[in-house]
Nanobody, 124 residues
Framework: QVKLVEFGGGSVNAGDNLTLSCVYS???????MAWFRQIAEKEREGVAA???????TYADSVKGRFTVSQDRTKNTLFLQMSRLKPEDTGVYYC???????????????????WGQGTQVTVSS
């Protein structure tokens, strides 16, 4: 049974840092992984992805501020978020997929396994 569980959400002030974790189980540790977020009524959007070879991809809105990493020995995905802004507020989800089309790693339909999400609130 595939399971992804996010940890680390919370309420912070603008400019603060926060690290999210996602512990996954039940599927190959060789999967492509990613972080998505959903802000208010908007569609879920890709934030950062890490390929099985370690290559990373970031949304323009978080480049230079967020870092995605993975500890395969602990089946854990991380998202280090720095210099947070109020517009980063939302529910953050981790996702996994056995196959991701090159160039589409930040698109929701490329992923078939999802966590339940964790809320991040950034106050100005």
């Amino acid at each position: 049974q595939v399971k992804l569980v996010e940890f680390g959400g919370g309420s912070v002030n603008a400019g603060d840092n926060l690290t999210l974790s996602c512990v996954y189980s039940g599927y190959s540790n060789d999967y492509e992984m990613a972080w998505f977020r959903q802000i208010a009524e908007k569609e879920r959007e890709g934030v950062a992805a890490i390929a099985r070879n370690g290559d990373t991809t970031y949304a323009d809105s978080v480049k230079g501020r967020f870092t995605v990493s993975q500890d395969r020995t602990k089946n854990t995905l991380f998202l280090q978020m720095s210099r947070l802004k109020p517009e980063d507020t939302g529910v953050y989800y981790c996702a996994g997929s056995g196959v991701v089309t090159p160039g589409r790693s930040l698109l929701t339909y490329e992923y078939n396994y999802w966590g339940q999400g964790t809320q991040v609130t950034v106050s100005s």
